[in-house]
């Protein structure tokens, strides 16, 4: 017999407890990377948590587990909430995705959600935002903004997320000045103070004056604010206590309307298994107020910019496009399709540098 | 007045007695914690340390769970202590661990689909010899250089690290992973999957291993020549140079050892908890370990206690903040006070407490 077997065999003893626990009250997990308190990503899932438990009340209860390592004990806090009678359970970083689908198929009245991977079942769900859609406004503001044309990224791992992200910043910083050049760090986490600061006081120091982060602390924010005459954008989360410097501006991922309805769909019994993938004009992706900062024309600009790619009349991937080993990605008026932006793995034109591998 | 007389030699029975007190010192400071944080602590110190045992619920699947969690930390550890007994000092077996699993998991990808039996053992052997070889890094600078083997063995987590990051979204990425970073799942391949040897107990063949070691580790120390040279070592270095010890190769023994070992447990968890080579696969348990081999007193069997000891504070801890929703930085604060108590009581062993005036010197 193996492992499988004896928990499922676990699993369908402690089903029937779970089941009827499941009647009076639905129970909504999540699993967290960072703590909650990070002001970033997982700040932002446990907002979308609270707004469940704000618009149902009794009827539902949370419980979430932060600081979760992505990998071996990924697993066993799933099984362990799984057990403890959850019925949907939202895993928020990519990391869970092997550990989400593993637990999955051993719980099969249990919904799983899996942010930001690629692997789906009966009974999990995937689902992410556009965030490059944010990154077209933030790399156009950048672009408009830099003094000395050089732009810091702090990377977090290099999946395709992160690269949508820094090739979208790239093209559209590089249509409005031609001279931008990008500066990109992998810090190989998505939350370490520490290491966030380090990567941008090293950005700063080689003569960045706008830092981009896909890392979800402050610190370097508060880096930037201690240099002076630093840019940066809000990540994840507003970060609005940092404006209206450095910080100019933000993406917010808001996951609220997400997390209610998939909640509801689970309480009316209607909920299956799909993917989804919103932006700006769903309202997943948010713009944090531009700042006084910024010039008027360039917040015109950028937020005209927002208004076509919520309209659905612009596409920050639109030819024509190169790839970094100048071959042609797309042609005049192209849009990127779906299926090459959720796998991208290149850089496009004019981005110095290799994606580590 | 309060006094502290130093003992002639360490005192036995509070070498024994420190673990438990530093234990009971620790549940009742993390009770006022959990008190303070507006938690019953009555039932998140039961929660942590009984519940992963009995709870209806949750035991049958959380008691298994101690053996996978503690394998690992046993296995490491029981190499450590052979090095710290002799005052050699492995810090980075987090670095060898990782590299024993990049090691035996490239061993077992580079012969991918093939169903061969003989594909898991090849794996076992060059997990150990991974971790082995990172070792051999610091022994043999040390040995030829003089170099400190505590900030080499450290710094070379931090390479291990780069590699493994490196190998993730390179060398031994998924081929069929749609360029995302991470290896194959060796879990889900049968030539290379680490299953369980009993199945419903948590028995994998890492955890066999990591009782084995604690076996050998034992003989070694109170049967074998080489043991004795370890303890005489650390206790009197003069001693054993007149006892013909040749430290140079007490040193490559000990660390290598200790990296073999560190390798092996990193090979087991690829192919079995963990499942793929991944850019965040070290999880820590190379520099838990340390804390395992003092808990345990570098005593074999202490080590075995302390590594089930630990690997319930970490299931407990999840399980607490599952029920109480007490935050993950508290669990930690838990298991941080559990090595700051031990290392306090130490004091007892190794001193005596008088009641008294202070003579005056």
Same mark, same amino acid.
């Given at each position: 017999?193996?492992?499988?077997?004896?928990?499922?065999?676990?699993?369908?003893?402690?089903?029937?407890?779970?089941?009827?626990?499941?009647?009076?009250?639905?129970?909504?997990?999540?699993?967290?990377?960072?703590?909650?308190?990070?002001?970033?990503?997982?700040?932002?899932?446990?907002?979308?948590?609270?707004?469940?438990?704000?618009?149902?009340?009794?009827?539902?209860?949370?419980?979430?587990?932060?600081?979760?390592?992505?990998?071996?004990?990924?697993?066993?806090?799933?099984?362990?909430?799984?057990?403890?009678?959850?019925?949907?359970?939202?895993?928020?970083?990519?990391?869970?995705?092997?550990?989400?689908?593993?637990?999955?198929?051993?719980?099969?009245?249990?919904?799983?959600?899996?942010?930001?991977?690629?692997?789906?079942?009966?009974?999990?769900?995937?689902?992410?935002?556009?965030?490059?859609?944010?990154?077209?406004?933030?790399?156009?503001?950048?672009?408009?903004?830099?003094?000395?044309?050089?732009?810091?990224?702090?990377?977090?791992?290099?999946?395709?997320?992160?690269?949508?992200?820094?090739?979208?910043?790239?093209?559209?910083?590089?249509?409005?000045?031609?001279?931008?050049?990008?500066?990109? &760090?992998?810090?190989?986490?998505?939350? !370490?103070?520490?290491? *966030? @600061?380090? +990567?941008? =006081?090293?950005? $700063?120091?080689? #003569?960045?004056?706008?830092?981009?982060?896909?890392?979800?602390?402050?610190?370097?924010?508060?880096?930037?604010?201690?240099?002076?005459?630093?840019?940066?954008?809000?990540?994840?989360?507003?970060?609005?206590?940092?404006?209206?410097?450095?910080?100019?501006?933000?993406?917010?991922?808001?996951?609220?309307?997400?997390?209610?309805?998939?909640?509801?769909?689970?309480?009316?019994?209607?909920?299956?298994?799909?993917?989804?993938?919103?932006?700006?004009?769903?309202?997943?992706?948010?713009?944090?107020? &531009?700042?006084?900062?910024?010039?008027? !024309?360039?917040?015109? *600009? @950028?937020? +005209?910019? =927002?208004?076509? $790619?919520?309209? #659905?009349?612009?596409?920050?991937?639109?030819?024509?496009?190169?790839?970094?080993?100048?071959?042609?990605?797309?042609?005049?008026?192209?849009?990127?399709?779906?299926?090459?932006?959720?796998?991208?793995?290149?850089?496009?034109?004019?981005?110095?540098?290799?994606?580590?591998? | 007045?309060?006094?502290?007389?130093?003992?002639?030699?360490?005192?036995?029975?509070?070498?024994?007695?420190?673990?438990?007190?530093?234990?009971?010192?620790?549940?009742?400071?993390?009770?006022?914690?959990?008190?303070?944080?507006?938690?019953?602590?009555?039932?998140?110190?039961?929660?942590?340390?009984?519940?992963?045992?009995?709870?209806?619920?949750?035991?049958?699947?959380?008691?298994?769970?101690?053996?996978?969690?503690?394998?690992?930390?046993?296995?490491?550890?029981?190499?450590?202590?052979?090095?710290?007994?002799?005052?050699?000092?492995?810090?980075?077996?987090?670095?060898?661990?990782?590299?024993?699993?990049?090691?035996?998991?490239?061993?077992?990808?580079?012969?991918?689909?093939?169903?061969?039996?003989?594909?898991?053992?090849?794996?076992?052997?060059?997990?150990?010899?991974?971790?082995?070889?990172?070792?051999?890094?610091?022994?043999?600078?040390?040995?030829?250089?003089?170099?400190?083997?505590?900030?080499?063995?450290?710094?070379?987590?931090?390479?291990?690290?780069?590699?493994?990051?490196?190998?993730?979204?390179?060398?031994?990425?998924?081929?069929?992973?749609?360029?995302?970073?991470?290896?194959?799942?060796?879990?889900?391949?049968?030539?290379?999957?680490?299953?369980?040897?009993?199945?419903?107990?948590?028995?994998?063949?890492?955890?066999?291993?990591?009782?084995?070691?604690?076996?050998?580790?034992?003989?070694?120390?109170?049967?074998?020549?080489?043991?004795?040279?370890?303890?005489?070592?650390?206790?009197?270095?003069?001693?054993?140079?007149?006892?013909?010890?040749?430290?140079?190769?007490?040193?490559?023994?000990?660390?290598?050892?200790?990296?073999?070992?560190?390798?092996?447990?990193?090979?087991?968890?690829?192919?079995?908890?963990?499942?793929?080579?991944?850019?965040?696969?070290?999880?820590?348990?190379?520099?838990?370990?340390?804390?395992?081999?003092?808990?345990?007193?570098?005593?074999?069997?202490?080590?075995?206690?302390?590594?089930?000891?630990?690997?319930?504070?970490?299931?407990?801890?999840?399980?607490?903040?599952?029920?109480?929703?007490?935050?993950?930085?508290?669990?930690?604060?838990?298991?941080?006070?559990?090595?700051?108590?031990?290392?306090?009581?130490?004091?007892?062993?190794?001193?005596?407490?008088?009641?008294?005036?202070?003579?005056?010197?």
């Amino acid at each position: 017999m193996k492992f499988t077997s004896i928990l499922t065999g676990a699993a369908l003893a402690l089903g029937l407890a779970g089941a009827a626990m499941a009647q009076d009250k639905t129970k909504v997990g999540f699993v967290y990377v960072g703590p909650v308190g990070d002001g970033g990503w997982t700040y932002e899932h446990n907002q979308g948590r609270l707004a469940v438990e704000k618009e149902f009340g009794d009827a539902v209860e949370t419980v979430f587990q932060e600081n979760v390592p992505e990998g071996a004990d990924a697993e066993r806090v799933l099984t362990q909430m799984a057990l403890s009678g959850a019925d949907l359970i939202f895993t928020t970083s990519f990391g869970y995705m092997d550990p989400t689908v593993n637990v999955a198929a051993k719980f099969p009245n249990v919904k799983f959600e899996h942010a930001t991977g690629y692997k789906r079942a009966d009974n999990v769900s995937t689902y992410s935002a556009r965030f490059y859609e944010g990154r077209a406004i933030q790399g156009h503001i950048a672009g408009k903004m830099t003094k000395s044309n050089v732009i810091g990224y702090i990377a977090s791992f290099p999946i395709p997320e992160v690269i949508r992200g820094i090739n979208s910043a790239y093209i559209h910083a590089k249509k409005v000045n031609p001279d931008v050049e990008f500066k990109i &760090i992998w810090a190989y986490t998505w939350f !370490d103070p520490a290491k *966030e @600061a380090d +990567a941008a =006081k090293a950005l $700063i120091e080689q #003569g960045a004056d706008v830092i981009l982060q896909h890392t979800d602390s402050t610190a370097p924010q508060a880096a930037a604010e201690q240099a002076g005459n630093v840019i940066t954008f809000g990540q994840a989360s507003d970060m609005g206590e940092y404006a209206p410097m450095p910080r100019v501006s933000s993406i917010i991922d808001n996951w609220a309307p997400y997390y209610l309805a998939r909640t509801k769909a689970v309480m009316d019994g209607t909920w299956t298994s799909v993917d989804t993938w919103d932006g700006i004009g769903a309202g997943m992706v948010g713009i944090g107020e &531009i700042s006084d900062a910024v010039p008027a !024309d360039v917040k015109a *600009e @950028a937020l +005209a910019m =927002k208004d076509a $790619i919520a309209a #659905g009349t612009y596409h920050p991937f639109t030819g024509p496009l190169k790839k970094q080993d100048g071959s042609d990605w797309l042609a005049e008026g192209e849009v990127a399709d779906d299926g090459t932006l959720a796998g991208m793995g290149f850089y496009v034109e004019g981005i110095v540098g290799d994606i580590p591998q | 007045m309060l006094r502290l007389e130093k003992r002639p030699t360490p005192s036995r029975f509070w070498a024994a007695m420190t673990p438990v007190l530093a234990v009971l010192a620790t549940m009742i400071a993390g009770g006022i914690l959990f008190a303070i944080l507006g938690k019953n602590p009555f039932e998140a110190i039961r929660i942590i340390f009984w519940d992963p045992l009995f709870h209806e619920q949750f035991a049958a699947y959380s008691r298994p769970q101690l053996l996978v969690k503690a394998g690992p930390l046993i296995l490491i550890a029981i190499g450590l202590s052979l090095g710290f007994r002799a005052g050699i000092w492995n810090i980075g077996a987090e670095g060898q661990y990782i590299m024993g699993a990049i090691c035996g998991a490239g061993a077992g990808l580079a012969l991918y689909p093939s169903e061969s039996f003989l594909i898991f053992p090849l794996m076992i052997l060059a997990g150990a010899l991974g971790g082995w070889a990172w070792a051999m890094i610091p022994a043999i600078l040390k040995t030829r250089f003089g170099t400190n083997e505590i900030l080499v063995s450290l710094m070379l987590v931090y390479v291990a690290e780069n590699i493994l990051a490196s190998v993730s979204s390179g060398l031994l990425r998924n081929p069929e992973g749609r360029g995302f970073p991470g290896s194959r799942n060796l879990q889900q391949w049968d030539a290379s999957a680490n299953t369980e040897i009993i199945a419903g107990t948590g028995m994998h063949w890492g955890v066999a291993a990591g009782f084995i070691a604690v076996i050998f580790a034992y003989v070694l120390l109170n049967k074998h020549i080489l043991g004795f040279q370890i303890r005489l070592t650390g206790e009197s270095p003069r001693a054993a140079r007149f006892a013909g010890v040749n430290p140079t190769r007490l040193i490559l023994i000990c660390l290598g050892l200790s990296g073999a070992l560190a390798g092996l447990a990193g090979m087991f968890e690829v192919t079995g908890p963990a499942g793929q080579i991944s850019i965040d696969f070290g999880s820590g348990y190379g520099f838990t370990a340390i804390i395992v081999a003092f808990l345990g007193r570098l005593h074999p069997v202490g080590i075995l206690l302390a590594g089930l000891l630990m690997a319930l504070t970490y299931i407990g801890g999840e399980l607490a903040q599952l029920m109480l929703g007490l935050p993950s930085a508290a669990i930690q604060l838990f298991q941080g006070m559990l090595l700051f108590f031990l290392l306090a009581m130490d004091v007892l062993s190794n001193f005596r407490i008088r009641f008294g005036k202070t003579e005056v010197a």
